[in-house]
């Protein structure tokens, strides 16, 4: 599906903006995700996380849609989006590359949460594209290193018996391990039905392989190339922050300089957790 500019107004619900979107895009995909593009200013792009769709910057767009110019995404694979060939993660991040450059956005800002947040980290460091600013929120530069005991990017290979078996899984499986999965990720029950519902959404070979390719990548020794401002928001839950100041030090401490806020009594999902936190500390990063 095609995206477009300038095709909202921040008057309109969130969610009339992006069927509006989607429909006058409807005729061509060009892009490995799908946008909807709200309010005028500086151009904001959001970057959901790993199965999430552009529904989960819904409070955000509002909120910044006064001041800037939201992109926010759903990518490939995700949220009824068309899935797209692999490998999946270097497709999306070529897909930004080229949606920033052929809709000439200048001085851009990204706030990527997770997946997104990595992939944030990832465009900046090439060092190539008109992004002046970069907000990370819980996410790494190597999330196999924090998951995979004596990590190597190389072992990370798409032929393993975990994704056989994930793809062979049948839907009851599958919903069990998505409730696994979604039990730690937020403290709000109310926010886990629709959590749960983005990952049994989800294209199983893309929710397979795309992990995987999340987990490949391993970005600690480019973060010296960055030469932006990075705001990290890290969430405590559950085990403290003094696991979590840890996990990011050790993470991030090839990137010269970065500022790194934590959001108390908040999992992994601090825009649900945290809301009024996330969004003045935020808009605050951005100023």
């Not at 001085?107 to 947040?117: K, N, Q, T, V, Y």
Request: proline share 5%; charged share 20%; hydrophobic share 40%.
């Amino acid at each position: 599906m095609k995206a477009k500019r300038h095709i909202t107004t921040r008057t309109l619900p969130f969610a009339i903006i992006v069927l509006l979107t989607f429909s006058m895009g409807a005729k061509a995909q060009e892009y490995p995700f799908e946008v909807a593009v709200t309010g005028q200013g500086k151009p904001v792009l959001l970057l959901p996380g790993f199965t999430c769709t552009m529904q989960v910057w819904e409070e955000t767009v509002e909120r910044l849609s006064d001041n800037y110019q939201c992109h926010a995404f759903t990518f490939a694979g995700f949220g009824g989006v068309e899935p797209v060939a692999f490998p999946w993660l270097p497709k999306i991040k070529e897909g930004l590359t080229q949606y920033i450059q052929k809709n000439k956005l200048q001085d851009c800002a990204i706030i990527g949460h997770s997946l997104g947040g990595t992939l944030g980290l990832w465009l900046v460091a090439e060092g190539n594209l008109p992004i002046d600013q970069l907000i990370v929120v819980d996410a790494l530069p190597a999330t196999g290193a924090l998951m995979i005991p004596n990590y190597k990017s190389e072992h990370m290979v798409y032929d393993s018996p975990y994704n056989k078996s994930t793809l062979a899984m049948d839907q009851d499986g599958f919903e069990a391990m998505a409730n696994q999965f979604v039990a730690a990720m937020t403290l709000e029950e109310e926010r886990k039905p629709q959590l749960k519902e983005w990952i049994l959404q989800a294209d199983r070979e893309t929710y397979v392989y795309g992990y995987t390719d999340l987990l490949k990548l391993d970005l600690r020794e480019d973060l010296a190339k960055i030469q932006v401002p990075v705001t990290i928001l890290a969430a405590t839950h559950p085990y403290g922050k003094e696991m979590a100041t840890h996990t990011y030090q050790a993470q991030y401490k090839n990137l010269k300089g970065y500022t790194l806020k934590f959001a108390e009594e908040s999992a992994h999902f601090i825009m649900y957790d945290q809301p009024e936190w996330f969004l003045n500390t935020v808009a605050s990063a951005l100023k």
